[in-house]
């Protein structure tokens, strides 16, 4: 996690309505809209996932925060805060709002699947085949900070004089008996083990002395 939110892991804080504080990255989104900073001193909004950019914050509704009181909504975004996106990089200081706060205030842990009126485009885009690896908590610990999708992978060759190397892989689908997944090589690796960044690759749970690792293996069986 970023150093300034750290008391929420990346897996607490997806699907979850928050309250962040105003901050210069904020000022900005909102000065774009014309909203004087006077208005309201932070803003509410939802964490997802976006698969190429990373944990991100979409903000719906400016607010006034005031100790010991549910937030007052100053002004809610009728499009539901469309270009209002703060990425992982650009968070601070936040709170989770509690079920209380926000049955108060009438949001709804469900607004993945909200769509506009024609129909053109949903907000929180989750297909099935990520969501099942987003769910799974055994991929936790190899997971990127603020990338979710992302986990570091060993690559080994079947050629064993080839060292084995560390690299990044965004997975993209769970085979169908839940043991392998597919993914996309985000780094070039520094060995020739024939696949290359942007190449797709079968990446598998291994046990090892040191634990349990994800590897890809690669070259001819």
Same mark, same amino acid.
């Given at each position: 996690?970023?150093? *300034?939110?750290?008391?929420?892991?990346? *897996?607490?804080?997806? %699907?979850?309505?928050?309250?962040?504080?105003?901050?210069?990255?904020?000022?900005?989104?909102?000065?774009?809209?014309?909203?004087?900073?006077?208005?309201?001193?932070?803003?509410?909004?939802?964490?997802?996932?976006?698969?190429?950019?990373?944990?991100?914050?979409?903000?719906?509704?400016?607010?006034?925060?005031?100790?010991?009181?549910?937030?007052?909504?100053?002004?809610?975004?009728?499009?539901?805060?469309?270009?209002?996106?703060?990425?992982?990089?650009?968070?601070?200081?936040?709170?989770?709002?509690?079920?209380?706060?926000? %049955?108060?205030?009438?949001?709804?842990?469900?607004?993945?699947?909200?769509?506009?009126?024609?129909? *053109?485009?949903?907000?929180?885009?989750?297909?099935?085949?990520?969501?099942?690896?987003?769910?799974?908590?055994?991929?936790?610990?190899?997971?990127?900070?603020?990338?979710?999708?992302?986990?570091?992978?060993?690559?080994?060759?079947?050629?064993?004089?080839?060292?084995?190397?560390?690299?990044?892989?965004?997975?993209?689908?769970?085979?169908?008996?839940?043991?392998?997944?597919?993914?996309?090589?985000?780094?070039?690796?520094?060995?020739?083990?024939?696949?290359?960044?942007?190449?797709?690759?079968?990446?598998?749970?291994?046990?090892?002395?040191?634990?349990?690792?994800?590897?890809?293996?690669?070259?001819?069986?």
């Amino acid at each position: 996690m970023n150093e *300034r939110t750290t008391r929420y892991s990346d *897996r607490e804080i997806i %699907n979850n309505w928050a309250i962040f504080k105003r901050s210069p990255a904020i000022d900005h989104i909102l000065e774009n809209r014309g909203i004087a900073p006077s208005d309201g001193n932070g803003v509410i909004g939802y964490f997802y996932i976006d698969h190429e950019e990373g944990i991100s914050f979409r903000i719906h509704a400016l607010c006034r925060i005031e100790p010991g009181k549910l937030p007052g909504v100053v002004a809610n975004f009728e499009d539901h805060g469309e270009d209002c996106i703060l990425r992982y990089d650009e968070f601070r200081e936040f709170s989770l709002l509690s079920s209380e706060e926000k %049955n108060n205030l009438l949001l709804s842990d469900h607004q993945r699947w909200y769509i506009f009126e024609d129909q *053109r485009w949903f907000i929180y885009y989750d297909p099935e085949k990520l969501h099942e690896i987003r769910n799974r908590g055994d991929l936790d610990r190899f997971r990127a900070p603020g990338y979710f999708d992302d986990v570091y992978v060993i690559m080994l060759a079947r050629d064993q004089e080839k060292i084995p190397e560390v690299v990044w892989v965004r997975l993209e689908e769970l085979s169908a008996d839940g043991k392998s997944f597919r993914g996309r090589l985000l780094t070039e690796p520094d060995t020739d083990f024939g696949v290359h960044e942007g190449d797709m690759l079968t990446v598998h749970f291994a046990e090892h002395e040191g634990g349990r690792f994800l590897v890809a293996e690669t070259g001819p069986g």
